[in-house]
Every structure is written in C-alpha cells, then in structure tokens.
T-cell receptor, first 116, second 115 residues
Framework: AQKVTQAQTEISVVEKEDVTLDCVYE???????LFWYKQPPSGELVFLIR??????QNEISGRYSWNFQKSTSSFNFTITASQVVDSAVYFC?????????????FGKGTRLHILP | EPEVTQTPSHQVTQMGQEVILRCVPI?????FYWYRQILGQKVEFLVS????????KSEIFDDQFSVERPDGSNFTLKIRSTKLEDSAMYFC?????????????FGEGSRLTVL
C-alpha cells in the first residue's frame, strides 16, 4: 500500500532562514510520481512540483529546491531565504502509475510559519 | 489560464439534508476526482471518475455519496443524507492524462458545514 509520511507537523522559522520540509514515502511500485502542494491560508491547493521515480535529479526553482533520494524513499523540499508569504501548509503526495486514474495520496502536511 | 471551478464556495446545511457540490473541470481533461479535507487534517481521496464511471473509490465514499457527470461540463458530488462528520472542504480535481503523468488541477474547494 502507498503511504506518505510528513513527520514535521509544524515548523516556525524567522524570515530569511532556510527551511527543509521532510517527506518519506512507501510504495511497492517501481513507477510512481511524487508531488508537493502548497495550501495557503486561503485554502486552495497550489501545485509546486511533480517528479517521476526514474528521475532522481534534484530540482531548483527560484528559492525552492527538491531533493529526491530513492535509496531512502525521501523527497524533501527546501525553501531558501524564506519569506512571510511562504507561510502555508505544505503537502507531499504520491501517485502510483495507473491506467485509469491519477489518484494521489497526500501526507498529513507540514504547517510552516515564517516569522517576520 | 484554464482552471477548475467549484460551486458553491461555502454551503451550510442541516444534518440529514441532501447536498450537491458542483465542479466544472478543465475542458479537455478526461479524469475527474473528488477529495475531502476535514479542517486541519490531510487531504483525503474520495473517488476518481473516467469514461462516465467510477475508476476507484475510497472507504470514505460509502453509499451516501455519489458522483455524476450529467452533461459535458459538470461533475457533481452528491451526499444523500449529510452527517455532522461530513463537514469538510471538498476539492474537485481534473487531469488530462492518467498514470501519474497528468498533473492534477484542483479547484478552490467547496466548504460544507453540517449543523
């Protein structure tokens, strides 16, 4: 069965600090996809990144970077030089490659507070 | 930019009443989903829908729930007789492809409050 664990329930950092959100996943499939979504206080789910299981290259997008390590089943997310607008709940998610749907399973989320 | 739209944004209902939540997926998408998020908790999969039938449903999606695509644009979630524990944010999502290759686009959610 697939499972996503975000051990950090809540993190607070001061603005401009770097912060890493941890994500550990479980799946029996060899082909799968990992995601990060952001949920700001307004409540919508904002897609940040999708990574397939065959691509272990780290990715950087502005202040955001992702570290995918298959050996430890982890897909961690780092925000560099955090800003108050980064305050949100961040969800890591997993999708097993299926023909008939794109069901994704979310972790419980990490609530990130960026303090001014 | 195309988006998934949901109505209503907030609905308050009495326990035992029927509720229909509506979603308009992105027009060229073929796969549709409903997710639920109880306040402060994680986003939970309810059901996926493809080719006018349910592809998969979770344990949460019991006989009180149903989904329908009544026309070419709407995708609805019906809760037949609401319970207090149905209070949650309900997210509709759609994707153009399956197998994890299609990005899920989420709507802004419909908040349901059952009194």
């Amino acid at each position: 069965a697939q499972k996503v664990t975000q051990a950090q329930t809540e993190i607070s950092v001061v603005e401009k600090e770097d912060v890493t959100l941890d994500c550990v996943y479980e799946t029996r499939d060899t082909t799968y996809y990992l995601f990060w979504y952001k949920q700001p206080p307004s409540g919508e789910l904002v897609f940040l990144i999708r990574r397939n299981s065959f691509d272990e290259q780290n990715e950087i997008s502005g202040r955001y970077s992702w570290n995918f390590q298959k050996s430890t089943s982890s897909f961690n997310f780092t925000i560099t030089a955090s800003q108050v607008v980064d305050s949100a709940v961040y969800f890591c998610a997993l999708s097993e490659a299926r023909i008939r749907d794109d069901k994704i399973i979310f972790g419980k989320g990490t609530r990130l507070h960026i303090l001014p | 930019e195309p988006e998934v739209t949901q109505t209503p944004s907030h609905q308050v209902t009495q326990m035992g009443q029927e509720v229909i939540l509506r979603c308009v997926p992105i027009s060229n998408h073929l796969y549709f989903y409903w997710y639920r998020q109880i306040l402060g908790q994680k986003v939970e999969f309810l059901v996926s829908f493809y080719n006018n039938e349910i592809s998969e449903k979770s344990e949460i999606f019991d006989d009180q729930f149903s989904v329908e695509r009544p026309d070419g644009s709407n995708f609805t979630l019906k809760i037949r007789s609401t319970k207090l524990e149905d209070s949650a944010m309900y997210f509709c999502a759609s994707s153009v492809a399956s197998g994890g290759t299609g990005e899920l686009f989420f709507g802004e959610g419909s908040r349901l409050t059952v009194l």
